[in-house]
């Protein structure tokens, strides 16, 4: 039986320049307060002890890239509803930042990243799991568009490690969760999407929150405003 004052996880997988972290934000916006929003990409492991040309070989796009334990550790923390430390990474330098930050709990939790639900014991823990599809022309201009602003990488490095490494691991180890996903939104995404995911989560909470009335009609704050992903 769930415990009706226990915060839900809600699971959002997608492949690298999905749209996974669009959805996370517009859903946390559209929830305020009563939403926490986590990426698993922090909890990939720490590579300080590598030179930078090792670190530079190692698969980040497979899913031994992520320090399981220390996520399921965290995650089972976070469901007890107790605070828990939240590493942060830095993908600059692929090393753990030494200082952590402190995870306080919410009604619901968005937990996006690449493979959350590859793991049946990861998989078990999230309460609503749902798969963003995106064609491979589209993540590949989003991630060279993000590596190159944000990650100091060239966009012919981009393009090359997306061909080589990042479109055959999609293939491997991202694209076959949609047969663990309770739902599955495809590109393009847009607000009805996310006004429909909203209205489907509402069901794993306990009580009436803030954002009814957004959900009864009427306009909250943000305005529903209308993007397309």
């Keep these: 039986m769930i415990d009706p004052q226990a915060p839900r996880f809600v699971a959002i997988v997608g492949g690298s320049g999905s749209g996974k972290s669009w959805l996370t934000t517009r859903l946390q916006e559209h929830f305020a307060n009563q939403a926490s929003c986590v990426s698993l990409d ?25 320090d399981w334990a220390s996520f399921q550790k ?73 590596d ?15 061909r080589e490494v990042v479109a055959p691991m999609h293939t491997l180890y991202v694209a076959p969760q949609t047969r663990w996903a309770d739902m599955v939104l495809t590109h393009p995404i847009g607000e009805a999407d996310v006004y429909r995911v909203a209205v489907r989560l509402t069901e794993l909470l306990p009580a009436p929150g803030p954002w009814q009335a957004t959900l009864d009609g009427a306009e909250d704050e943000s305005g529903w405003r209308a993007y397309s992903l």
Aim: contains cysteine; charged residues 25%; aromatic residues 14%.
């Design 42 to 66: 922090d909890f990939y492991r720490d590579r300080s002890q590598l030179t930078p040309t090792r670190r530079n070989a190692v698969n980040f796009d497979h899913p031994k890239a992520i």
């Design 148 to 162: 190159v602003l944000e990650r100091g990488r060239t966009p012919a490095f981009v393009r090359k490690q997306f």
């Design 74 to 146: 965290w995650l089972m923390t976070a469901r007890s509803g107790r605070p828990a430390n939240l590493p942060r990474y830095d993908f600059k330098t692929h090393t753990r930042l030494g200082q952590s930050v402190v995870w306080e709990p919410a009604s619901i939790i968005f937990v996006e990243g690449l493979w959350l639900l590859w793991r049946a014991a990861v998989r078990r823990l999230f309460d609503f799991t749902i798969f963003v599809d995106c064609p491979a022309d589209v993540r590949l201009q989003r991630r060279q568009a993000r």
